[in-house]
């Protein structure tokens, strides 16, 4: 059983104040700077603490899951500022001014942060990534995504995607493609995020050419997961869109579950999503609930 | 022909108000802004606010009361004729509203977006009314203000969606359990109702007693979740029912045909306030063609209750100052569509608070310039006829 978090986490307090002080002209980026070492420092300590098995960043830097991705390429940039799903947070859309958007470099370390052990990456899916743009998935894989991917050090790539079990027009064979454009480099992971995945489970989800694929519990029925499912399922367990701290006892029960119910031998335990839509307090209680949540697993196993 | 002008709700706080809300020490351009403004708005008694920011350690509530005097002459002197404060007395809309309810705890600061974030609280017992929370500030500006006032109170649907809840939605079981959809609607109605029963009716009759004659209800989450529409229509009237005072409700930065056919029920509502120049073009023309942003106000039109529209002209995400003449072309439309001036009211399309003073009242003052213009040219227009 392994856990870890994916997916934008939020910026401590001290970190808001100096974002909301530089636009006002009231602090220097170079303050902001150090207090986001600061805040990468104690995440990386807070993943330590919890036992987490692979480090993130966290994304501080990210104003949104697509913003360094959108400046860093030609041809795509930010459209209007567009409700993430329905939450309150919002994001700028990507827009394509081109039919063929190329990335012009990859994301430096502002972006993806260095980090003191075996890593795990976030970055939207193609299919996420071409919302809106008009530009095919496959293209935005293979043009902006890869190149990415191929440059990193890492354990594992999660692709997030928020929008496509949200679809009715889709179906998981439309990802086949940009993902196997994908593979080759780090092992890659689906993460359907905040979502009922019954549709594309029921429609082949866990056959794609990926090495884990992510499913939000709070959305979907267990019974709805594939017996014997052969890959990593990153199972969706701390709802990050809640403020409720999880009982990580009814969540070893629920791993338990999958594994004797469902039949699934690997398991990774993660948030359903982005942390980013709760305070840092509560992120860090739910990181370390996740950590206590791989030991009540083998107290429940045992 | 008249038509009326009116503010939305929030401005911009002036930075010797911020600065000592937050601790700040002041420096002389603040006391200069102070000097300034009371001297181009003819803030009474403003010399008195200049030698307290100068002696130091001024007193917050007082400080505020004298950011409230400030944003009513600033609407008022720019020619705006239905007013309030710019909620300068209020923390923000949604913090101020559960910081004085019993029910909620704070649960920290959530993105916005970009580096904007807000204050996010979460519903641990039932909800209800500490003490009715805006009546010592508009106390003071029936004292203060010179032209007829509108309150702005923030709705129960928008409270509710903006919260975290940790006490009617089942906080156990919910894992693996499936996406229990019909479980969450009932948590969130009941959330809701309540605070429209026991938190902002007992708010608008406290206000309705203290002489308030138009309470403007402020839900710009109405349309967070399509499928919720039918709450916050049934919160609204659960506020407003049999209550005697003009109600109106504001809605922004939305995909506005989400709300049909729901509002057809909000029969309470005399006026819908809603943003539409964030989607329009700047040219000039009073064609559909001419104007993309409004193509939806037929529908408010139609209402069965045949509500006011509160048509917004301003956008209020850019510095940008609106032409008169672009102003009077976004009226001239909709008078058009509507058939009946009478059923248009004028104003920006949200609160001015992200824009600086200046821009503001630039912006206020070429709404109520293009306001003439379109009365003048539906005047001109009638004798023709």
């Known amino acids: 059983m392994k856990a870890f978090a994916p997916g934008i986490y939020p910026r401590s307090e001290k970190l808001v104040q100096a974002t909301r002080d530089l636009d006002r002209g009231r602090t220097s980026e170079e303050a902001v700077d150090e207090q986001v070492e600061r805040d990468l420092a104690e995440l990386v300590a807070v993943q330590q603490q919890a036992g987490l098995d692979l480090l993130t960043d966290g994304m501080l830097r990210w104003q949104d899951?697509?913003?360094?991705?959108?400046?860093?390429?030609?041809?795509?940039?930010?459209?209007?500022?567009?409700?993430?799903?329905?939450?309150?947070?919002?994001?700028?859309?990507?827009?394509?001014?081109?039919?063929?958007?190329?990335?012009?470099?990859?994301?430096?370390?502002?972006y993806i942060a260095p980090l003191p052990g075996p890593r795990l990456v976030t970055l939207p899916s193609p299919f996420a990534l071409s919302q809106g743009t008009g530009v095919p998935p496959l293209t935005i894989g293979e043009n902006v995504l890869k190149p990415v991917v191929e440059a990193l050090d890492a354990e594992l790539v999660v692709l997030a995607e928020p929008f496509f079990g949200r679809e009715e027009a889709t179906s998981p064979a439309e990802l086949e493609e940009p993902l196997a454009a994908l593979a080759g480099g780090p092992s890659l992971a689906l993460q359907l995020t905040f979502c009922d995945a019954r549709k594309p489970l029921e429609q082949g989800l866990?056959?794609?050419?990926?090495?884990?694929?992510?499913?939000?519990?709070?959305?979907?029925?267990?019974?709805?997961?594939?017996?014997?499912?052969?890959?990593?399922?990153?199972?969706?367990?701390?709802?990050?869109?809640?403020?409720?701290?999880?009982?990580?006892?009814?969540?070893?029960?629920?791993?338990?579950?999958?594994?004797?119910?469902?039949?699934?031998?690997?398991?990774?335990?993660?948030?359903?999503?982005?942390?980013?839509?709760?305070?840092?307090?509560?992120?860090?209680?739910?990181?370390?609930?996740?950590?206590?949540?791989?030991?009540?697993?083998?107290?429940?196993?045992? | 022909m008249k038509l009326l002008t009116h503010e939305i709700g929030s401005l911009a706080k002036p930075p010797w108000l911020v600065k000592t809300s937050a601790g700040t020490p002041l420096d002389d351009g603040d006391v200069e802004h102070a000097r300034s403004w009371g001297d181009k708005l003819g803030v009474d008694g403003h010399e008195e606010l200049v030698e307290t920011l100068q002696r130091g350690s001024p007193d917050k509530a007082e400080l505020g009361r004298w950011a409230s005097r400030y944003a009513l002459r600033l609407l008022e002197s720019a020619g705006i004729e239905v007013v309030y404060d710019g909620e300068q007395q209020r923390t923000e809309m949604y913090a101020w509203a559960v910081e004085h309810s019993n029910g909620f705890q704070p649960r920290g600061t959530v993105r916005s977006f970009d580096n904007k974030y807000y204050s996010k609280a979460a519903v641990v017992a039932e909800p209800s009314l500490r003490e009715p929370y805006h009546n010592d500030e508009f106390a003071f500006l029936q004292s203060a203000a010179n032209h007829d006032l509108k309150i702005p109170v923030t709705g129960a649907y928008t409270i509710a969606v903006w919260s975290y809840d940790e006490h009617f939605a089942p906080q156990s079981g919910r894992i693996g359990a499936g996406h229990g959809r019909g479980e969450e609607l009932a948590a969130r109605r009941e959330f809701a109702n309540d605070l429209a029963r026991n938190v902002i009716r007992p708010n608008l009759e406290s206000l309705i007693e203290l002489g308030a004659k138009w309470i403007q209800i402020d839900e710009p989450g109405a349309s967070t979740e399509a499928d919720e529409l039918d709450i916050f229509v049934e919160s609204f009237n659960e506020s407003v029912e049999g209550l005697d005072c003009f109600f109106s409700t504001h809605l922004c930065f939305s995909d506005y045909d989400l709300f049909f056919p729901a509002i057809e029920q909000m029969h309470g509502c005399k006026q819908f306030c809603v943003g539409f120049a964030n989607y329009d073009s700047r040219e000039l023309g009073t064609s559909g063609a001419d104007r993309p942003g409004y193509e939806v106000i037929s529908k408010f039109r139609d209402l069965p209750y045949e509500p006011i529209?509160?048509?917004?002209?301003?956008?209020?995400?850019?510095?940008?100052?609106?032409?008169?003449?672009?102003?009077?072309?976004?009226?001239?439309?909709?008078?058009?569509?509507?058939?009946?001036?009478?059923?248009?009211?004028?104003?920006?399309?949200?609160?001015?608070?992200?824009?600086?003073?200046?821009?503001?009242?630039?912006?206020?003052?070429?709404?109520?310039?293009?306001t003439k213009l379109a009365e003048d040219a539906l005047a001109t227009a009638g004798a023709a006829t």
């Open chain 2, 309 to 370: 529209l509160g048509l917004g002209v301003l956008d209020i995400h850019t510095d940008f100052v609106e032409p008169p003449e672009l102003v009077r072309d976004r009226i001239l439309y909709a008078s058009e569509v509507f058939g009946d001036p009478e059923r248009i009211h004028v104003c920006p399309d949200c609160g001015l608070r992200t824009r600086s003073w200046e821009v503001a009242y630039e912006k206020l003052k070429h709404m109520v310039e293009g």
């Open chain 1, 206 to 302: 866990a056959e794609l050419p990926v090495d884990a694929i992510g499913i939000d519990f709070y959305g979907t029925h267990v019974s709805d997961v594939p017996k014997g499912f052969g890959k990593l399922l990153l199972a969706g367990v701390v709802d990050a869109r809640s403020s409720t701290i999880e009982d990580p006892r009814e969540l070893a029960q629920f791993a338990e579950r999958l594994r004797n119910e469902r039949e699934i031998e690997q398991i990774a335990l993660v948030p359903n999503g982005d942390l980013q839509f709760v305070s840092e307090r509560i992120a860090r209680e739910k990181l370390l609930r996740l950590g206590q949540v791989k030991t009540a697993t083998v107290e429940v196993a045992a």
């Open chain 1, 65 to 110: 899951l697509f913003r360094p991705l959108l400046d860093a390429s030609a041809g795509l940039e930010t459209g209007p500022l567009t409700r993430f799903l329905d939450t309150n947070t919002f994001y700028r859309a990507p827009h394509a001014t081109t039919a063929t958007p190329t990335l012009g470099g990859p994301l430096d370390e502002r």
